[in-house]
């Protein structure tokens, strides 16, 4: 099968999951260009692929670096709209509950991206996009144990820091 023909199967299998990864990692909707830009740097390298990695995690590494440059390119990091994740429709909850959830989901953004880059990154690969700890451990150049105590420590510091902006809001502390 020839390198085209391969890179079109790819796409056609993680494009949305590659869309998606980059929604979380940039923050931001607008990266059509970045999927494309990503699936393009795979066809310049498919030579190199020889089939080694797990195409997804392989496809995952590129979209990161790729990420990454953008970022270096345009040195400032896009923030997160605010209907981004509304992970409960308003119509099943009373007006106060949606508002309180919206809160909550706008907090935890905040915290994760107040987290190290390090933290931010193994997050989003294993909270949100669900890749396994060798996939993230592969995508990040990383040992499975890194992974694993990295992903602990940003919890922590999540939950720890979640914690105290709720206190902040429940007893009006500025």
């Known amino acids: 099968m020839d390198k085209e023909r391969i890179i079109e199967d790819l796409f056609r ?17 607008d990266v059509e260009d970045l999927v494309q830009e990503s699936f393009l740097k795979a066809l310049k390298g498919i030579q190199q692929f020889e089939g080694r990695a797990d195409p997804k995690t392989w496809l995952v590494s590129i979209a990161r670096r790729v990420a990454i440059d953008h ?7 896009p923030h997160l709209p605010d209907n981004m994740l509304q992970l409960i429709p308003s119509n099943q909850l009373h007006l106060e509950e949606y508002l309180i959830r919206q809160e909550e989901i706008q907090l935890i953004y905040k915290a994760i991206n107040e987290l190290k880059k390090k933290d931010r990154d193994v997050l989003i690969l294993r909270g949100i996009m669900d ?3 060798s996939e993230t451990a592969e995508v990040l150049g990383w040992t499975k144990n890194k992974v694993n105590l990295t992903l602990h420590r940003a919890l922590k510091k999540l939950q720890l820091q979640s914690k105290e902006w709720k206190e902040e809001r429940d007893y009006g502390i500025q």
Request: hydrophobic fraction near 25%; proline fraction near 0%.
């Open 13 to 29: 299998k993680y494009n949305s999951y590659i869309y998606h990864f980059l929604v979380y990692y940039t923050q931001s909707t």
């Open 71 to 77: 970022h270096r390119r345009k040195q400032k990091l």
């Open 131 to 133: 890749l396994s700890v």
